[in-house]
């Protein structure tokens, strides 16, 4: 058989590129923190260690938090281009501010959906973001209404709205009923400027959402309540990605469950390319078995949602795996037997009461 030859092309040193052919990419990581970075910065140092490259977009790295200072736009923007196999999302995480009371009930009323806050806008009703108080804070959406939904969330407030004792005025003067109608398109729509009253809501708020990381194989929510309400706008931006996070208050220094996580899904694992670390059951059973086999404070609440949309926590028996609900419902707060319950008679997103 006749030699073959083999030639290899290399680009002139000033020409700054790269002919060559990476077979076996190494994990990437990426991270927006707008609270503590403790557990972040944790997470960030554990997997630099085990050879992943974080892809973290240079201005919030450089920051490493958003914790007091508000981002541009095209900072948050940034992260559109990059691919990362996990993301990292820090901050508090809740529903917007009460705003009446529900007449049959007499409870708190929140049918808005939930978003990301740091803290000076956790502080505050979350539209006071763009007023002269709080400038410098952030709201990142994290839920959004479909229009169907949205027609019932107008239809609930028409039907169901007693003003509050304490009057709040930071979208305007007028009472918050009459500004009903542009909520709803705020939560709509996350990806677009819109305006409440006097108050610009900038379409900052779905930096996030404006596009879709297919690459993404796992989502770190880390905050309160991460879980506790539907997920399709995390759905679609992370459609490959088992969800990570919290039902009900995790602790104000999350670092130890994150430590944990990162314990058990590393554990026998020495190469950073291991499909193990990208593999949705092996993920969620480590983030499971922080409360199975260690019982750390609060590590009951941990949850996830996998890419089908179905959420899953740890049973009553503190040994199995039970579904807690899917990812268009409303998922409810644990009982004293640890057991998750899906809300269906609450308003939540979608079914106002009759």
């Given amino acids: 058989m006749a030699d073959i030859e083999h030639r290899i092309a290399r680009s002139e040193h000033a020409d700054r590129t790269r002919n060559t052919i990476e077979l076996y990419p190494g994990p ?20 630099r260690k085990r050879g992943w490259a974080e892809i973290t977009p240079d201005e919030p790295k450089k920051k490493k938090t958003y914790y007091w200072t508000r981002p541009e736009q095209t900072e948050l923007q940034e992260y559109h281009s990059t691919a990362p196999e996990w993301f990292y999302l820090s901050g508090h995480f809740a529903r917007t501010t009460d705003i009446g009371m529900l007449k049959a009930e007499k409870k708190s009323l929140n049918v808005l959906p939930a978003g990301f806050f740091n803290e ?94 297919p690459t993404v194989k796992v989502v770190l929510l880390v905050g309160c309540n991460t879980l506790t309400f539907p997920k399709t ?23 130890p469950h994150i430590a944990r996580f990162l314990k058990y899904a590393f554990k026998d694992i020495h190469d950073p390319r291991d499909p193990r670390l990208q593999d949705k059951d092996h993920i969620a059973q480590a983030w499971i078995d922080v409360y199975r086999k260690t019982r750390m404070r609060k590590s009951e609440r941990m949850i996830y949602m996998m890419p089908d949309g179905n959420v899953f926590g740890v049973a009553p028996d503190g040994k199995t795996v039970e579904k807690a609900g899917t990812r268009e419902q409303t998922i409810g707060r644990k009982d004293k037997t640890q057991h998750f319950r899906a809300v269906d008679d609450f308003f939540g997103i979608f079914n106002p009461p009759s």
């Fill in 28 to 47: 990437r990581f990426a991270i927006l923190e707008l609270l503590d970075d403790r557990d972040s910065q944790y997470f960030r140092n554990f997997l």
């Fill in 120 to 213: 000076p806008f956790h502080k505050k009703e979350w539209l006071s973001a763009w007023t002269k108080e709080q400038k410098g804070s952030l709201f990142l959406q994290a839920e959004t209404l479909t229009a169907e939904g949205a027609t019932a969330y107008r239809k609930f407030i028409d039907q169901h709205w007693i003003p509050a004792k304490s009057s709040v005025t930071s979208i305007d003067a007028a009472q918050r009923s009459a500004a009903i109608a542009d909520l709803a398109r705020i939560w709509e729509d996350p990806v677009s400027d819109r305006t409440v009253g006097d108050t610009n809501a900038p379409a900052l708020r779905g930096a996030l959402f404006g596009t879709s990381w």
């Fill in 233 to 255: 706008v995390f759905s679609d931006a992370f459609p490959n990605a088992v969800v990570l996070g919290y039902t009900s208050k995790n602790p104000a220094n999350g670092t």
